[in-house]
């Protein structure tokens, strides 16, 4: 399925379940199938552009529905639910039975339960009574009786692309924890314990070993969705090492995939993978999103509109574009076919480019990380509403949290697990969403068993893309051979030019690397691109901005991304008339 909606039928207001419906179908969401369990309502939406069916009812009246993409023990589709529904007890959970991304609502023995998969990579959003839950921010936002800003969210959203936690940009809507299970009760929502059972101790095994068993682990993962779809996959193919990894994959599955790659004719991406398909003689779809089609100022309204539904309010690349983006989204989702993304790769490799250990020694800290990567700001930019000390503090909490540590000082495994634990769980999952809604789609290198894989892997093949390169190698060599847009192939050696430069951002001191972003913004030129030009922004922002100027100092943003994504915020709170 796609979307889905739940709901206490005494607790929420029917007026309020009435105008989230019309909110999903104005998302593009029709047509769902209902089910009952004593007091809670629950609507599966099929997928918008696939005929998949993922709603299975037993002949005693149990049923179990998933959104996302399941896999459950190898299994899809309907025997991976019925397999599931067998199996299932809340106080057996066992995270290497599961794979893909998703959200499972199930009815066993009574009992109503909501299962996300190990990572939680779906979101799953509640209203301001905790009576309606949703896949649809949107849908959680319209079944709420108020809304109000959250500045900490509103800040994390424009400066880092998402909302990271339990947090929306309105404190009455929430996500629900994604290190818990649920059960829907008669007294409400209980939360129950979701045991990831991770290992971080580094594995004493030669990386040639691990090589071949992570390898051996990747085919697996793939296998049961090459023999549920065969040639009806799609893949991105650029210059970086996971589309390679992905498309390596797929062919050693026996599957012809579909392979695309955006981007203009001269960009590096589109070079390296029209060598690659020529070298090895299949076709490439090649989209270049600039070219498309540019409305009218006076067509604009609707293009942001679209745009505001189908991505469901705050996408991190913002609301504003001139349609490329739900074009290719809907074209590639189309004609019953999976779509491969690989969002996750970087598991492999040294996400967060820093050593083994801090130059002054001892462990890196929350605010390390902080300091690394999640400081792209300027203070000046928030203007007085901005307190950047309580804006890291609760960042500071949010990352501890997600890693389950116990104080500031991290072990290096940590700080490897962070990237998954906390960039992706929260930065990907609006894409996650937002893309299965509209068809079948799949990140491969998200789950629990290749993340366990990748932590216990030793630091120094991370290093540089060494190990995933030596996958893709392991993989298929033929693949491995062919040009990289990091200037050499992935079974040669890493020049030491890029070595070098890689060690210079490994060992700069995070406290210099705080203030990396702050200095290129402030040294940027001010640029507004075509889909931001106030002659086309006059008619959606007729009163100019009403939200946002109380959150940000609008002449100090240089940065066309961080403007794009204010803007999709002032047009959120303006959209519900806060």
């Known amino acids: 399925m796609g979307d889905f909606t739940l709901h206490h039928r005494k607790n929420a207001p029917a007026d309020r379940i009435d105008a989230a419906r019309q909110c999903l179908a104005s998302q593009g969401s029709h047509d769902p199938i209902l089910r009952l369990h004593d007091s809670y309502e629950i609507a599966f939406y099929p997928k918008q552009l696939s005929a998949t069916s993922n709603v299975i009812t037993t002949d005693n009246g149990d049923f179990c529905g998933s959104s996302g993409t399941f896999i459950y023990n190898g299994q899809m589709g309907p025997s991976a639910l019925k397999a599931l529904l067998n199996d299932f007890s809340p106080e057996k959970y066992r995270p290497g039975d599961y794979n893909g991304i998703f959200t499972v609502i199930l009815q066993k023995a009574g009992r109503l339960f909501l299962l996300t998969d190990p990572l939680g990579g779906n979101r799953v959003y509640q209203n301001s009574d905790a009576s309606f839950w949703s896949s649809s921010f949107l849908a959680a936002a319209t079944a709420s009786q108020k809304l109000t800003p ?99 994959l797929l062919q050693e599955a026996g599957v012809t995939p579909g392979v695309y790659v955006y981007g203009p004719p001269d960009s590096l991406d589109v070079q390296v993978a029209r060598t690659i398909a020529a070298g090895e003689g299949f076709p490439l779809d090649h989209t270049d999103k600039s070219t498309h089609l540019t409305p009218p100022p006076e067509v604009y309204p609707d293009v942001v509109q679209d745009n505001f539904f189908a991505l469901d309010g705050l996408p991190g690349e913002s609301i504003f574009d001139f349609g490329a983006n739900m074009a290719t989204r809907r074209a590639r989702a189309g004609g019953q076919h999976m779509i491969f993304n690989g969002g996750g790769g970087e598991i492999f490799r040294n996400f967060f480019y820093l050593p083994e250990h801090p130059l002054t020694g001892g462990r890196f800290t929350v605010s390390d990380l902080i300091n690394s990567f999640y400081s792209r700001y300027r203070p000046c930019i928030g203007g007085p509403a901005f307190k950047e000390a309580d804006y890291r503090a609760a960042l500071h909490d949010k990352i501890q949290t997600a890693l389950g540590a116990t104080c500031n000082k991290l072990s290096r495994a940590q700080v490897e697990y962070a990237y998954p634990a906390f960039r992706l769980r929260y930065w990907t999952c609006r894409d996650n969403n937002n893309n299965s809604r509209l068809g079948d789609y799949l990140t491969p290198f998200i789950s629990h068993q290749m993340i366990q894989q990748a932590l216990r892997l030793p630091r120094a093949p991370k290093n540089h893309g060494y190990f995933q390169a030596a996958l893709i190698k392991a993989i298929s060599p033929a693949l491995a051979a062919y040009p990289s847009d990091y200037g050499y192939a992935f079974d040669q050696p890493v020049p030491t030019k890029t070595k070098f430069k890689n060690l210079l951002t490994y060992y700069r001191p995070t406290s210099l690397r705080r203030y990396s972003y702050a200095l290129q913004h402030r040294m940027a030129d001010v640029t507004i691109p075509a889909t931001l030009n106030p002659a086309y922004l006059r008619d959606i922002f007729p009163d100019d901005l009403r939200y946002m100027q109380d959150y940000f100092t609008m002449d100090q943003v240089k940065d066309p991304g961080l403007r794009a994504r204010i803007l999709s915020m002032e047009y959120l709170f303006s959209h519900f008339a806060l």
């Open 150 to 248: 959250n500045p900490q969210a509103i800040y994390e959203y424009a400066f880092q692309e998402t909302t990271y936690g339990q947090d929306t940009v309105f404190h009455e809507v929430t996500s629900l924890d994604a290190q818990r299970l649920f059960e829907f009760t008669p007294d409400g929502l209980k939360a129950l314990p979701k045991p990831l059972s991770l290992q971080f101790d580094t594995s004493p095994r030669p990386t040639a070993d691990l090589v071949e068993e992570t390898a051996e682990m990747l085919k697996a993962s793939v296998r049961p969705v090459a023999q549920t779809y065969g040639d009806r996959i799609r893949t991105a193919l650029s210059g970086g090492y996971d589309s390679r990894l992905m498309l390596a």
